[in-house]
């Protein structure tokens, strides 16, 4: 346990501004997780470290960057185009 809260602080300075710190822990938690029992207790905190970084960075890979917020005139916007209105003919 102490291993995975060492890991988690330790990936969180790294990958500050950069992953969110409740990101880092569940890549990690998932990490801990699929080690568990495969790997020596010994071997256990480098090989969880080096197992959670890579993911992290493979994460930072493929998102870049945290998606933008929407706000919700932009998403008013982007379901209503600005077309204008059709108006009433005369009779």
Not at 6 to 24: C, K, M, N, Q, S
Not at 45 to 71: C, D, G, K
Request: glycine share 2%; no cysteine; proline share 10%.
């Amino acid at each position: 346990m102490q291993s995975r809260h060492h890991a988690a602080e330790r990936l969180a300075t790294e990958f500050d501004g950069i992953v969110p710190p409740e990101r880092v822990a569940s890549i990690v938690l998932q990490a801990a997780s699929d080690l568990t029992g495969q790997v020596h207790t010994e071997a256990f905190p480098e090989l969880l470290h080096r197992l959670a970084h890579y993911r992290l960075e493979i994460a930072v890979e493929q998102y870049p960057s945290e998606p933008p917020t929407v706000s919700t005139t932009d998403v008013h916007s982007a379901v209503e185009p600005d077309v204008a209105k059709p108006t009433a003919r005369p009779a």
